[in-house]
């Protein structure tokens, strides 16, 4: 049996905008902290919460499948610390723009995991599960980046960021159209 999660409101907290995640990565947090409400008070069966904040989010493909994935995580670290992980209410206004210790180790494992990042995923996964490199915890992590894994390395969106455009190609000239000779 998964043990329960810690739900405490004295943690102390990070403002969410100095944690380098993508808008993805930003996204799971309401959808991480429903399953640790659920954990810690089965009764409210807040595991329904999750899996509708991911399809609002994403849509059903996309959201339903990620929000499956965070679960195996969460279910993985749960069973790794016995303790638990400290977490906020997910339907506190005030607690949207802030994240506790733990749940920055989370999503910080997976930021580094879905781009390939070994060493500091690694040294993540070393903190989250209190030295004992969890191979459960691995695997469920890994499987996660594997099936959402965050684009190639260069300059990303950061939550709270302002979306920008930019140009990421050029359509070809008559030039270089197949069939004419130049």
């Known amino acids: 049996m998964t ?19 993508d808008t993805f990565e930003a996204g799971l947090l309401p959808v ?17 919460f999750a899996y509708t904040t991911a399809a609002e989010r994403w849509g059903d493909s996309i959201g339903l499948a990620a929000a499956q994935a965070l679960l195996r995580v969460v279910r993985a670290l749960l069973s790794a610390r016995p303790g638990g992980l400290t977490f906020q209410d997910p339907l506190c206004l005030d607690a949207r723009d802030s994240v506790t210790e733990d ?10 995991m879905r781009r390939d990042d070994t060493p500091p995923a690694r ?9 004992r490199m969890d191979p459960d915890v691995i ?3 890994l499987s996660f980046a594997r099936r959402f894994p965050a684009g190639p390395a260069g300059p990303q969106r950061t939550a709270g960021s302002p979306p920008s455009l ?10 270089s159209r197949p069939g004419r000779a130049i």
């Open 3 to 21: 043990p329960p999660a810690l739900q405490t409101a004295e943690a102390p907290v990070l403002p969410l905008s100095q944690c380098r995640f």
């Open 103 to 112: 749940e920055r180790l989370v999503l910080e494992m997976l930021h580094h």
């Open 32 to 48: 991480l902290r429903h399953f640790l409400t659920s954990f810690a008070s089965p009764e409210l069966q807040a595991w329904q």
């Open 139 to 141: 695997r469920a992590g």
């Open 123 to 131: 040294d993540t996964v070393e903190v989250l599960t209190e030295g």
């Open 166 to 175: 930019r140009v990421v190609g050029s359509s070809p000239g008559p030039e």
